[in-house]
C-alpha cells in the first residue's frame, strides 16, 4: 500500500483504460513504456530474456490494461487530457 497526499483535484475515468487505447497512446505518442525500457536494457546483458506480455488479441484489446507504471500512467493521462481539450 501507498500511502499519498493530494494537494490538487483528483479527477478519475469513468470506465477502465482498455488495452486498445492504452497501446493506440502509445503509437500515436511514439511512447516507449518503462517496461520496455526495462526490457531493452536488460536485454543488452542477456539476449535471451522474453517479453513476458500477452500479445494483444481482438478478444483481449477491450480487457482493462494492467502492470502500468505510475510514470507511465501519468504520460498517458497527459496525452488524454491533451485528446480531450482538457490541459
Not at 531493452?40 to 539476449?47: A, Q, T
Not at 488479441?57 to 485528446?83: G, H, M, R
Request: net charge neutral; with cysteine.
Amino acid at each position: 500500500t501507498v500511502k499519498m497526499r493530494m494537494d490538487t483535484g483528483l479527477w478519475m475515468q469513468q470506465h477502465e483504460v482498455s488495452a486498445d487505447t492504452y497501446h493506440r497512446f502509445c503509437k500515436e505518442a511514439e511512447y516507449v513504456t518503462s517496461y520496455e525500457r526495462n526490457l531493452r536494457r536488460d536485454r543488452i546483458s542477456n539476449p535471451k530474456i522474453a517479453d513476458q506480455r500477452e500479445p494483444i488479441t481482438e478478444k483481449t484489446s477491450v480487457y482493462p490494461v494492467n502492470y502500468v507504471a505510475l510514470e507511465d500512467c501519468v504520460q498517458f493521462c497527459k496525452w488524454l487530457s491533451k485528446l480531450e481539450g482538457r490541459e
